[in-house]
């Protein structure tokens, strides 16, 4: 199955890499000795992970985000976010349409946007955030955080990677052990065997902070039609037999095509996979419609990611049915002990501090 690219081949990637690595350690230290790192008066969940590309941190955020609100929690979402064009981004817009009650900064200071955030939450007279969800925050260390969730993809051990720009590490394995959780994902995707052989090497090189706390997988609840408003949502089944195209600008293209073929239950007809967030250009939608025409497509499956850039695509332009997978979160192990890390992370009282003035708003000192 495809996989990102490193960006430069071995003989010039590797020494690269030690530069990387020499870095990153430096960058490191900086932050473990606290200068930079703007500590909020509400609690921080960071979501994140050692490598480039998939591990599966946007469904990870939902759960997240349910269990806090559940609680009686008001979060916020903080993320870079990669822009999908006009507006949001392809993640935020997931969100936005998951949560519409819940705030969502998404730019690259996220700092700066948080502080505009409680400012005018502050001003306002509704509810004000009380917690906050990092996006993609394990190497986002200028925000402190209470608890730091490392996402690992079992299908791509880090430690058989190798660092930027040689492989697709963005932090050495060690980086694990500042982790307060370790989430396994795409367990479904792997033996027994390799997940065993992974969660060791994990336990390893955490030592006393511990070993994996939860293992979960990523399982289709139904698959959508239609554009919001008249959208229907049809059983995984119903993909059975149909000569399926599929296509994905994700970060790590693998397991999702893997699902595709099994919900199918045949080999993909095709499969068009882009690089990572695609705008999906009219060139490209091109592509996609005459594909499907050429193999005879009865179905084209995209992930709910790319429906974000595709939806606006006239219906009928389309040969054949475009559907997209509800994607969640599935725990063979460690569910009750990671809603436990959350919900705990969740009340603890932080004191502000930070480099930034006092905004004066009562939210954060930064």
């Known amino acids: 199955m495809?996989?990102?690219?490193?960006?430069?081949?071995?003989?010039?990637?590797?020494?690269?890499?030690?530069?990387?690595?020499?870095?990153?350690?430096?960058?490191?230290?900086?932050?473990?000795?606290?200068?930079?790192?703007?500590?909020?008066?509400?609690?921080?969940?960071?979501?994140?992970?050692?490598?480039?590309?998939?591990t599966g941190k946007t469904p990870m955020v939902r759960q997240i985000v349910r269990w806090l609100l559940d609680a009686g929690h008001r979060p916020c979402?903080?993320?870079?976010?990669?822009?999908?064009?006009?507006?949001?981004?392809?993640?935020?817009?997931?969100?936005?349409?998951a949560f519409p009650t819940v705030p969502i900064v998404a730019q690259a200071n996220r700092t700066l946007g948080l502080i505009r955030l409680f400012a005018s939450e502050h001003e306002s007279d509704g509810e004000h955030s009380d917690c906050i969800v990092l996006d993609d925050g394990f190497q986002h260390r200028q925000i402190a955080r209470t608890l730091d969730i490392v996402l690992i993809d079992a299908t791509r051990s880090p430690f058989a990677d190798r660092?930027?720009?040689?492989?697709?590490?963005?932090?050495?394995?060690?980086?694990?052990?500042?982790a307060g959780a370790v989430v396994m994902t795409h367990a479904e995707a792997v033996s027994e065997a390799d997940l065993s052989s992974l969660i060791a090497q994990v336990e390893k090189v955490r030592g006393e902070r511990g070993g994996v706390d939860a293992v979960c997988g990523h399982e289709w609840s139904g698959l959508a039609v239609g554009t919001e408003g008249i959208e229907n949502i049809r059983p995984t089944a119903s993909l059975a037999g149909k000569r399926v195209l599929a296509v994905c600008a994700i970060g790590n293209?693998?397991?999702?095509?893997?699902?595709?073929?099994?919900a199918s239950g045949t080999p993909l007809v095709d499969s068009i996979v882009l690089r990572d967030h695609d705008p999906y250009?009219?060139?490209?939608?091109?592509?996609?419609?005459?594909?499907?025409?050429?193999?005879?497509a009865g179905v084209i499956v995209v992930t709910e990611k790319d429906w974000v850039k595709l939806r606006h695509v006239a219906a009928e332009r389309w040969p054949c049915e475009v559907v997209r997978p509800r994607l969640e979160v599935t725990f063979d192990r460690g569910v009750e002990i990671l809603r436990a890390l959350v919900l705990e992370a969740a009340i603890t009282t932080e004191e502000p501090t930070g480099a930034l003035e006092d905004q004066g708003n009562g939210t954060a000192k930064v």
């Open 2 to 54: 495809p996989s990102p690219k490193p960006p430069l081949p071995a003989p010039l990637g590797v020494p690269l890499s030690w530069l990387y690595r020499a870095a990153i350690g430096h960058i490191n230290r900086r932050f473990d000795r606290g200068r930079g790192v703007v500590t909020f008066d509400r609690p921080v969940i960071s979501v994140g992970n050692l490598s480039v590309g998939g």
């Open 77 to 97: 979402i903080a993320m870079r976010g990669y822009a999908a064009g006009d507006g949001l981004s392809d993640e935020a817009q997931l969100y936005s349409a």
């Open 163 to 178: 660092l930027l720009p040689a492989g697709f590490l963005r932090e050495p394995v060690e980086s694990l052990r500042r």
């Open 253 to 262: 293209p693998g397991p999702f095509l893997r699902t595709v073929e099994r």
């Open 281 to 296: 250009r009219e060139e490209t939608v091109d592509r996609i419609v005459t594909t499907a025409k050429r193999i005879g």
